[in-house]
C-alpha cells in the first residue's frame, strides 16, 4: 500500500557512508577544500596556541610563588605576541568562512543541476512507483537543507575537537596520572553515549523527513488535477494518513530534543567520573607518601586540583557541544544522501539502450533461425510465438494501421525490491506478434 511504501522508505539505513562524503565534496570542488583546511588550521592552531600559552602561564605562576615575578616579566615581554595571534586567527576565520559561503554556492548550483536532470530523465514508472508529490517534497527538503549550508558545522566540529585536544594536554601537564583514567572515560563516551546517540539522531532525522508526506499528497492531487477540499472530506484514507504524520511528525519533533538532553545528562554523569578522580587524586596517592600536609605541598596540589576541576567541567560542556554539532552534520547528511539517490536515479535512454542492446541479439538470431527453417522447406511456415491475422472489421480498416511480424518485448509488471532500494522488472518472452493498431 502506498502507506507502506512511505514507511519502508524511512527506514534506518545505518551510517553515512564515505561515498556519500565523497560525492557531496566533489561539488564543492579539491581546491577549494584546500583552500578552506588551510586557512581553518591557521586559525584553530594561533587561536589555540595563544589559550594553551596563558593557561601554562597562569598555572605555573600560580604554583611557583617564588618565580612568580619573573615569569610575568617574561610574559609582559612577549605581549605583542598575545595581541597578533588573535589577529591572525580572525583574519583567517574570515577567509576561510568567504571560502565555506563560496563552496557552499557552488555545490549547491550543482546539486541543483544533477538531481533537476534526474528527475527530468528518469523512466515514466518511477513515477508510476512513487507520489509525484513526495518526489518534489524530497527535492525541495533535501534542497533547502543543502542550501542552508551546514559545511561551517565541519568549521566548528573541528575546531571544538582541536580546543579538547589542547584541554586534554593540560590537565595531562597538571596531573600525569590522569592518563590511566582518561582512556577509560572516552571508552564510555564511546560506547554508552556516542554511539547511541549518533544513531538515534539519523533514525529521527529521516523519520522527521518522512513525515512530510501528507503535503506530499496534497501535492499530488493538486497536480493530477483532483480536488483536495473533496479529498480530505470524502476520503477517509487519506484523512487518517494526514491525522498519523502529523502524530508522527511531533513525536520525531520530540524525539531530536529528548535525545539531545538524554546525551548532554550522561556526557555530564561520565565527566563527573573524571572530576571525582581529581578531588580524590592528593587524598589516595599523597596520604600513601605521607608529605601531603608537608611544607607548602597542600597549597600547591589543592590549586592545581581546583584547575583540574575546572578543565573537567569545561570537557564536559565542550565534548557535549561537539556531539550536537557532529550529529547534525550527520543529520543534514541525511538529506545529501537521498540527493544522491536521486542523482543516480537510470536515466530513460540509458534504460532504452539497455533494452535495445538486449532486444537486438535475440532479434537476429530468431532472424537467423527463420533463414534456416525456409531454406530447407518449399513453404515457409511462420517462426514460433507468431500469431496469426486476426480477423480485421472490414468497417475499421481504413482508420487502422496492421503491423505483421513485429518483435515484441515488453515488461510484464514493476516489482519494488525493498532489499537493494531499486526498481526492477520482470521480463516476458520476447516474440513475433501481429499487432493492429486503429485509431
Known amino acids: 500500500s502506498p502507506a507502506k511504501d512511505d514507511e519502508d522508505e524511512s527506514f534506518f539505513k545505518g551510517n553515512i557512508e564515505l561515498t556519500t562524503y565523497r560525492w557531496f565534496l566533489s561539488k564543492v570542488g579539491g581546491v577549494l577544500i584546500l583552500y578552506i583546511m588551510i586557512f ?39 605581549l605583542k605576541l598575545f595581541v597578533i ?16 559561503i563560496y563552496g557552499t554556492v557552488i555545490s549547491a548550483v550543482k546539486v541543483h543541476t544533477d538531481v533537476l536532470k534526474s528527475i527530468l530523465s528518469v523512466p515514466m514508472y518511477v513515477y508510476y512507483n512513487n507520489n509525484l508529490g513526495n518526489i ?71 523519520g522527521y523527513l518522512r513525515c512530510h508526506s501528507p503535503l506530499c499528497n496534497i501535492y499530488s492531487n493538486t497536480i493530477s488535477g483532483k480536488s483536495v477540499i473533496n479529498v480530505y472530506e470524502k476520503n477517509w484514507y487519506h484523512l487518517g494518513i494526514y491525522e498519523r504524520y502529523v502524530e508522527t511528525f511531533r513525536n520525531y519533533c520530540l524525539l531530536k530534543w529528548a535525545i539531545t ?10 565527566f563527573l567520573i573524571l572530576t571525582s578522580y581529581f578531588i580524590m587524586h592528593p587524598h589516595i596517592f599523597f596520604n600513601k607518601m605521607g608529605n601531603l600536609y608537608q611544607g607548602g605541598n597542600y597549597e600547591k596540589i589543592i590549586g592545581t ?26 543529520k543534514e547528511m541525511c538529506c545529501v544522501q537521498r540527493l544522491e539517490e536521486f542523482s543516480k536515479l537510470p536515466h530513460e535512454k540509458d534504460c532504452l539502450e539497455e533494452e535495445r542492446g ?26 514460433t510465438g507468431i500469431v496469426d491475422p486476426p ?47 486503429y485509431a
Open 305 to 330: 586540583i581546583g584547575y583540574c576541576i575546572t578543565f573537567s567541567s569545561r570537557l564536559g560542556v565542550l565534548t557535549k557541544i561537539l556531539l550536537c554539532d557532529y550529529t547534525y552534520v550527520e
Open 136 to 206: 518534489i517534497n524530497r527535492f525541495v527538503t533535501d534542497i533547502y537543507s543543502l542550501d542552508n549550508g551546514f559545511l561551517k558545522r565541519f568549521y566548528k566540529f573541528i575546531f571544538l575537537f582541536f580546543r579538547i585536544l589542547m584541554s586534554i594536554i593540560l590537565l595531562f601537564c597538571m596531573v600525569k596520572d590522569a592518563v590511566i583514567v582518561f582512556p577509560f572515560i572516552v571508552f564510555l563516551i564511546y560506547s554508552l553515549v556516542f554511539k547511541k546517540f549518533s544513531r538515534g539522531c539519523k533514525e529521527a532525522q529521516r
Open 40 to 78: 581553518m588550521f591557521i586559525s584553530i592552531f594561533t587561536d589555540e596556541i595563544k589559550f594553551f600559552i596563558l593557561s601554562m602561564i597562569s598555572i605555573i605562576s600560580r604554583n611557583d610563588k617564588e618565580h612568580s615575578n619573573e615569569i610575568l616579566q617574561h610574559q609582559i615581554k612577549y
Open 261 to 270: 538532553i538524554w546525551a548532554s545528562f550522561y556526557i555530564r554523569l561520565i
Open 85 to 100: 595571534l588573535p589577529i591572525i586567527s580572525l583574519i583567517a576565520s574570515f577567509f576561510c568562512f568567504m571560502f565555506i
Open 358 to 383: 538486449e532486444v537486438t541479439p535475440k532479434c537476429d538470431e530468431m532472424e537467423m533461425k527463420g533463414k534456416f527453417d525456409n531454406s530447407g522447406e518449399s513453404t515457409s511456415p511462420l517462426p
Open 391 to 437: 480477423a480485421i472489421d472490414q468497417s475499421k480498416e481504413k482508420y487502422g494501421v496492421y503491423l505483421e511480424n513485429v518483435f515484441v518485448s515488453y515488461k510484464k509488471k514493476v516489482v519494488l525490491d525493498k532489499n537493494s532500494n531499486k526498481y526492477c522488472y520482470t521480463d516476458e518472452d520476447p516474440s513475433l506478434k501481429n499487432i493492429t493498431i
